[in-house]
Nanobody, 125 residues
């Protein structure tokens, strides 16, 4: 099992919702910012959202702002991504990744490290 484990993907109609979870140890979540990064076929990898390890600062890509919400669940040691009003353009494999707090809140997510296999999100009618 990887350092981070993604779950929650699936097939949903446009306008629907999904909740992704990234499971990790408490030590990892206390030390690193956690980002959600997606990769769609034929497209560049895109940093979707991020939450810092300290003050809970967040970042959202313009493409998802107002529709996605990232949150930390300290009880269950997960970082969740609630995705509402999904669009076909949201179709991708979603990965969670670790990185630096300053880069996280600045929205610079390319240097983040992906550890898991990702979870597929498909938005289609």
């Amino acid at each position: 099992q990887g350092l981070l484990v993604e779950s929650g993907g699936g097939l949903v109609h446009p306008g629907g919702s999904l909740r992704l979870s990234c499971a990790a140890s408490g030590a990892i979540l206390d030390r690193y910012a956690i980002a959600w990064i997606r990769q769609a076929p034929g497209k560049e990898r895109e940093g979707v959202s991020c939450v810092s390890s300290t003050d809970g600062g967040t970042y959202y890509a313009n493409s998802v702002k107002g529709r996605f919400t990232i949150s930390r669940d300290k009880t269950n040691n997960t970082v969740n991504l609630q995705m509402n009003s999904l669009k076909p353009d949201d179709t991708a494999v979603y990965y969670c990744a670790t990185g630096n707090d300053e880069l996280c809140v600045a929205g610079i997510l390319n240097p983040f490290t992906i550890w898991g296999q990702g979870t597929q999100v498909t938005v289609s009618s």
